[in-house]
């Protein structure tokens, strides 16, 4: 059975940095992206960015220059810097194989 789990979510103020990891367990067979997207309460989860398994990097617009995607085996991790309130969400893991595998979320919490 495959498990998609995220961690590193917390508070902090705006302008700190969180690391946020997911790793991915199970057989999936071959992984051709992983992606992070995020859900703020009362939006639609929205793309952040993602990391294929060449190492080529997408960010939304909202986080270019401030996150960075990174990945190693079964795993992606997403290094938030000059954290804003407006990225407050919950934080979600996705692992495109043969199917779509999403982990439950991690939740980050910018005060101002």
């Known amino acids: 059975q495959v498990q998609v789990a995220e961690s590193g979510g917390g508070s902090v103020q705006a302008g700190g940095s969180l690391r946020l990891s997911c790793v991915v367990s199970?057989?999936?067979?071959?992984?051709?992206?992983m992606s992070w997207y995020r859900q703020a309460p009362g939006k639609e989860r929205e793309f952040v960015s993602s990391?294929?398994?060449?190492?080529r990097t997408n960010y939304s617009d909202s986080v270019k220059g401030r996150f960075t995607i990174s990945q190693a085996k079964k795993s992606a991790l997403l290094q938030m810097n000059s954290l804003k309130p407006e990225d407050t969400a919950m934080y979600y893991c996705?692992?495109?194989?043969?199917?779509?595998?999403w982990g439950q979320g991690t939740q980050v919490t910018v005060s101002s």
């Open positions: 199970g057989d999936t067979g071959w992984i051709y992206f």
């Open positions: 996705r692992c495109r194989a043969s199917f779509d595998y």
């Open positions: 990391i294929d398994n060449g190492g």
